[in-house]
Nanobody, 123 residues
């Protein structure tokens, strides 16, 4: 069982930045591909960034390319999402998830989920 806890959300103006963190309880987080998902109000959850086990391959949704950066520190059991040039449409809950396969567009592949952290971007 992998427990994931997100932090770093908050209220920010459009154009601003936030850095989200996902702390994992599992000592062998390096066994998992890690993803960040965005749940916008009234919309389906979508993967915005996924990073493979060793951190040398990533996936980004088109909507965040060039603005968001996912990274991981396996020694600290932590995954990060640096969010720059935030837009109002980035508002929503951001969830961290772990998967043993690298299938970014299939959220059913992610077996472990955090509770999420709220990001609100004001205009």
């Amino acid at each position: 069982q992998v427990q994931l806890v997100e932090s770093g959300g908050g209220l920010v103006q459009a154009g601003g930045s936030l850095r989200l963190s996902c702390a994992a309880s599992e000592r062998t987080i390096s066994n998992y591909n890690m993803g960040w998902f965005h749940q916008a109000p009234g919309k389906e959850r979508e993967a915005v960034a996924v990073i493979n086990r060793v951190g040398d391959f990533t996936y980004y949704a088109d909507s965040v390319k060039g603005r968001f950066t996912v990274s991981r520190d396996n020694d600290k059991n932590t995954v990060y999402l640096q969010m720059n040039n935030l837009k109002t449409e980035d508002t929503g809950v951001y969830l961290c998830a772990a998967s043993q396969v690298f299938l970014p567009e299939l959220d059913q592949a992610f077996g472990f989920w955090g509770q999420g952290t709220q990001v609100t971007v004001s205009s």
